[in-house]
């Protein structure tokens, strides 16, 4: 140790929320007895401007090589007091926080207590502290070219973003086209727009720009390195059409005898065995279905090739795969539409004329199955129509959480319907949620159009009629809660308003890319609040509903923060590091390998000349893991060293 | 026009009963939607919950007295609200507290069953006296199975047929069985249903006490209340046994080759899943087990089967009380049971049986359709 430790303690008041429990003067002066402790002082608010200003002062004035904050939680302030000491010219890990508030303040209301427990605390503070070393802070610099996984509006948005800044973008799509769900709606809510209005020049933008790397039908299948440095191997499935040769004619759709149904227009229509999945796809390329195609059966048809001028079907392609190395990753794979037939009293799958929001939306379209018409399975015109909203959420048995879209959702039907038919139209609803930015009105205004609200969740659709009325309609049943009676609603068709519900793989998605979940299913960012766009990976942001559910304007707003975030870094140039990491004593280390497969990270690796493990700093995250498994006891993790730990543990004992 | 003054302790009990999650009702009413009174008549459970959460309930209402505890609506409530514990609540504190007036009906129910441990209000003596008139042995330390009918199996002339099927079965299959006379009284577990949590505590200790002198440690009941009560309540005062229901022995029996049929029935039957074996319990398979096992039988289902099954309208204590001609549940499942043609109607609880056994008494269903028992069928079959 060059210096003789100089410690520094510093006592926050937190307005009351310490001071009203914990004796402060107390705490202090016990402070102030302790040995290496130069200065001990106590502040109202340790974390504001004079109160840093205090410690920085005394760093200097005095000579203080060591400090220790107690206050809250290092989650909440750590990085503050960290950065104080940095300006005042002291290393950052010389610094150490006891959370007198959380664990004491908070937890209790006896004073004499939680007196006790703050001096045992700043006690194993003081004694940490003294072991403590300086570390280095490494650098590296950033590859500024990024990933962008999903090509939904939100995955469009945020590759726009950043390749308008002259900064390269691969975008992988799995799909043969871009445009995710944005592109199958209708109109949008609030203002309903034309949802393809507004989402095709943007497609067309990213099939267009220089510095976007399309890579549609394709996707990541290993991901390796860290933030700044990553290497990704994306796989191109092959399409059975030479993008190159190809002119978009379309004739090859047109001539295919073999049809299955369409993606697109989520079942309610048909498409060929070879197809462009809409008219507007991005890019307009056709690819064979390999399950529809009868030539990949049974060796006969080829109809496709034979029509094709441009010589550009080739169904001896193969898939292909390309390493891509990229500084930042920004993930957007969207949500699934949950499926509504588990719940059977709703009968969807039973009845035809139950459909689910996204079927909805496709009929509604000029350019789905039905023309742009509503009807009944049959081709009638209905005279009354139901939506159920909430199905799939808000219920414990499948998503307890919201989808925080259907009620608008539902209201934009509602529109939809009185504009396109005569139709009733009746709002089966829990809690009208309309909280966005002119969402209310609309409520307003769809419910000046003469829709009928029921509020109350129904138990069931059936085809029993009871009386005349009934006959031959879907009857919904339900408690309206505001008449605290139950009522039979008789319609033509029902509309469940489906939830969001994360990718089906988003569990081997959130592997791949090393990032977690939360309880609901979507990928976790790192805070709910503070940090809605990172991930507890760094260089790794998630956006759009893969986070969770969201509407458009929220999904391209987190988007555009997520290129933010990707578009800092990459002017910035270079990243810091983790300083705290692990390093093996090389005289101690056995060559066991245990360590190797344990590393979540995959940092470790073996130096076959010397037999012995060597860890990447730049890979390790300072986990732990390695150290607690050695059996030579030869990793030692740094800021964490058995000394340190010991001070500690004998500070909270004694 | 109310003022908001919630009865302190009505809404503790209220509480403690419905627990969390009564703070968890969001008001959809799907429970009321579900909830087969209102086929029949208008009943609001989800109002109920609302009253309860305020604590604003009406005590005096005879709402109260509605819920039979089908578990159709916990089921499939979207926020996990054990609706009938808190309507079981809602009774505790007008039987308990005097929050308001026990039914007459109920109230000798209860008399009957704190006085002489059966609410039939019939002496305990005539227990033995049926054990013996039943030629089973008297259950003693070392006996393999206690068999314990339920009350209404034990004093009902209409019920005791199905104890006498049950016995003759196990006694043909060779099973080692005995049964306990007047030390033993009925399970309470309507009673706890209907409100009188005393009348129920005070029934589990004794029984309790009884099996364990006994030296019981298996038992074979012929009620799913019974059974639901001594699986999930009896443990938390201490209770330790194996239970098992007469049609899950008769699966059993069936599986290891001990049930011979020698008689063919050629009957159409469709089987009535009661709540406490079905909801409850989860048993659907075996009673259908057991009854396409019969030769010639052929098993149909109601529009309503398994987890969906409608409630015959019996429990939790509505047994006792008189439900106006048009409201009763059993009335409409007949009705399904006659819509699928079927000539015998199947059940394996004692109050389904009598509840239809009531119903069928009216003319307007002549005599197409027969009422029987599991056991009843497979012995006659034997
Ligand atoms: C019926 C319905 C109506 C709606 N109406 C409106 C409305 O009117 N207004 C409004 O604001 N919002 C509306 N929404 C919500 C809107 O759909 C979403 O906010 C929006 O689509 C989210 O976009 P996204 O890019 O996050 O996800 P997505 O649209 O799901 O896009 C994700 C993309 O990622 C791709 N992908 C997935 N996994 C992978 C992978 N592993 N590798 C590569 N690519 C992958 C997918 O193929 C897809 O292209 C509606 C939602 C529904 C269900
Ligand atoms: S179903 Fe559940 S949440 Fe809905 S009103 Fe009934 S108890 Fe409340
Ligand atoms: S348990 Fe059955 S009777 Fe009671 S409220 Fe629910 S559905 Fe109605």
Not at chain 2, 246 to 266: C, D, I, W
Request: with cysteine.
């Amino acid at each position: 140790m060059e210096d003789k430790p100089r410690i520094g303690v510093y006592v926050c008041h937190c307005g009351t929320n310490i001071s009203a429990t914990v004796d402060i003067d107390t705490v202090t002066s016990y402070a102030r007895s302790l040995d290496s402790v130069v200065v001990a002082k106590d502040y109202r608010f340790m974390c504001s401007d004079p109160g840093q200003d205090l410690i920085k002062q005394d760093i200097r004035e005095l000579g203080l090589n060591r400090v220790v904050v107690a206050s809250c939680s290092p989650l909440m302030h750590e990085a503050t007091f960290r950065r104080v000491c940095e300006e005042a010219g002291l290393n950052r890990y010389l610094f150490q926080m006891a959370n007198i508030r959380e664990h004491c303040s908070w937890v209790t209301e006896n004073g004499k207590e939680a007196t006790e427990k703050a001096k045992a605390l700043i006690n194993a503070a003081v004694r940490r502290v003294f072991y403590q070393e300086a570390l280095e802070i490494p650098e590296i610099p950033v590859n500024p070219n990024t990933l962008i996984v999903g090509g939904g509006i939100a995955g469009i948005q945020a590759a726009l973003e950043i390749a308008n800044s002259g900064n390269k973008v691969y975008l992988v799509e799995r799909e043969p086209s871009i445009g995710g769900h944005m592109i199958q709606l209708d109109k949008t809510f609030p203002t309903l727009d034309c949802s393809a209005c507004i989402m095709t020049p943007k497609m067309s933008d990213v099939g267009s720009h220089p510095d976007i790397e399309l890579m549609s039908y394709s996707e990541v299948e290993e991901v390796s390195g860290y933030v700044g440095n990553f290497k990704v191997r994306v796989r191109k499935k092959a399409r059975y059409v030479d993008e190159k040769k190809c002119t978009s004619c379309g004739v090859c759709q047109e001539k295919c005898p073999w049809k299955a149904p369409s993606e697109f227009d989520a079942g309610i229509g048909e498409r060929k065995a070879i197809y462009i999945p809409f008219p507007q796809a991005v890019p307009n390329i056709p690819v064979i279905d390999t399950e529809t195609c009868v030539y990949f059966k049974t060796g006969k048809c080829r109809a496709c090739e034979k029509f094709c001028e441009a010589k550009a079907i080739d169904f001896e392609q193969k898939d292909q795969y390309i390493e891509l190395e990229v500084g930042n990753i920004i993930v957007a794979t969207g949500y699934d539409v949950f499926d509504p037939s588990p719940i059977i009293q709703y009968g969807y799958g039973r009845y035809d004329n139950v459909i689910t929001g996204i079927e909805f939306e496709r009929m509604c379209n000029a350019t789905g199955p039905t023309g742009g018409n509503i009807v009944l399975k049959g081709g009638s015109a209905p005279e009354s129509i139901a939506i159920i909203h909430c199905v799939g959420s808000r219920d414990e048995h499948y998503h307890a959480y919201c989808s925080r879209v259907c009620c608008m959702y539902a209201l934009k039907f509602a529109h939809l319907i009185k504009e396109k038919t005569d139709a009733e139209v009746y709002q089966m609803y829990i809690d009208m949620r309309c909280f966005g930015k002119a969402y209310e009105e609309f409520y307003q205004r769809i419910a000046e159009e003469g829709v009928k609200f029921v509020r109350g969740k129904v138990s069931e659709v059936t085809d029993q009629a009871i009386n005349e009325e009934e006959k031959g309609k879907l009857i919904l049943v339900v408690e309206d809660t505001l008449l605290g009676s139950v009522i039979r609603v008789p319609v033509d068709i029902v509309i469940l308003a489906t939830a969001i519900e994360a990718r089906s793989d988003a569990e081997q998605v959130a592997r791949l890319f090393s990032i977690s979940r939360s309880a609901d299913g979507f990928f976790l960012e790192r805070h709910p609040k503070l940090d809605p766009v990172a991930t507890m990976t760094d260089g790794i942001q998630v956006v759009g509903c893969c986070q969770g559910p969201k509407d458009i304007p929220d999904t391209v707003a987190q988007a555009s923060a997520g290129a933010a975030r990707v578009l800092a870094m990459i002017s910035k140039g270079k990243v810091e590091l983790e300083g705290i990491t692990a390093v093996v004593d090389e005289e101690q280390c056995s060559g066991c390998k245990t360590c190797i497969s344990l590393c979540p990270f995959n940092a470790i690796s073996f130096d076959e000349e010397k037999k012995v493990s060597r860890i990447n700093e730049a890979l390790c995250k300072g986990c732990g893991t390695c150290v607690a498994a050695c059996p030579s006891e030869a990793i030692t993790q740094r800021h964490f060293t058995t000394e340190q730990i010991m001070a500690e543990l004998e500070g909270v004992l004694v | 026009m109310a003022t908001l003054a919630p009865y302190k302790e009505a809404a503790q009990i209220i509480e403690e009963e419905g627990g969390e999650a009564l703070k968890l009702c969001y008001q959809c009413g799907l429970c009321t939607a579900v909830c087969p009174w209102n086929r029949v008549t208008s009943f609001t459970p989800r109002k109920l919950i609302h009253q309860a959460q305020l604590g604003l309930v009406d005590f005096e209402h005879d709402e109260v007295w509605r819920c039979v505890s089908c578990k159709l609506c916990v089921d499939r409530c979207p926020r996990g609200v054990r609706v009938m514990d808190i309507m079981r609540a809602l009774r505790r504190v007008i039987v308990e507290v005097g929050a308001g007036i026990t039914p007459d009906a109920l109230r000798l129910s209860m008399k009957n069953t704190s006085g002489v441990g059966n609410p039939l209000g019939e002496e305990r003596e005539k227990r033995t006296d049926w054990v013996k008139e039943l030629g089973v042995k008297t259950f003693t330390k070392g006996t393999e199975i206690l068999y314990f009918p339920c009350c209404y199996q034990i004093y009902d002339p209409f019920g005791k047929r199905v104890a006498r099927a049950a016995v003759n079965i196990m006694k043909k299959a060779g099973v080692d069985f005995g049964m306990l006379g007047a030390e033993v009284s009925c399970c309470g577990e309507s009673m706890r249903k209907a409100g009188s949590e005393s009348i129920f505590q005070n029934l589990v200790q004794s029984n309790i006490s009884a099996f364990a002198e006994a030296g019981v440690r298996k038992i074979v009941v012929t009620s799913p209340h019974c059974y639901h009560t001594f699986t999930e309540e009896y443990p938390e005062f201490g209770g330790d046994f194996e239970v098992i229901h007469f049609v899950q022995y008769l699966s059993e029996l069936l599986r290891e080759g001990k049930l011979e049929f020698t008689k063919k029935l050629n009957k159409k039957v469709t089987y009535h899943d009661s709540c406490c074996l079905g909801r409850y319990a989860g048993l659907y398979d075996e009673p259908r087990q057991v009854l396409e096992s019969i030769p010639g039988l052929e098993l149909v289902e109601m529009r309503e089967n398994r987890e969906h099954a409608l409630c015959c309208g019996g429990c939790a204590g509505r047994f006792w009380m008189e439900t106006k001609k048009g409201e009763r549940w059993s009335d409409l499942r007949i009705a399904q049971a006659i819509e699928v043609e079927a000539n015998v109607l199947a059940v394996a609880c004692p109050y389904c049986m009598l509840n239809f056994q009531d119903s069928l008494l009216s003319p307007e269903w002549g005599d197409a359709l027969e009422l029987k028992d599991i056991a009843q069928l497979v012995e006659e079959a034997m």
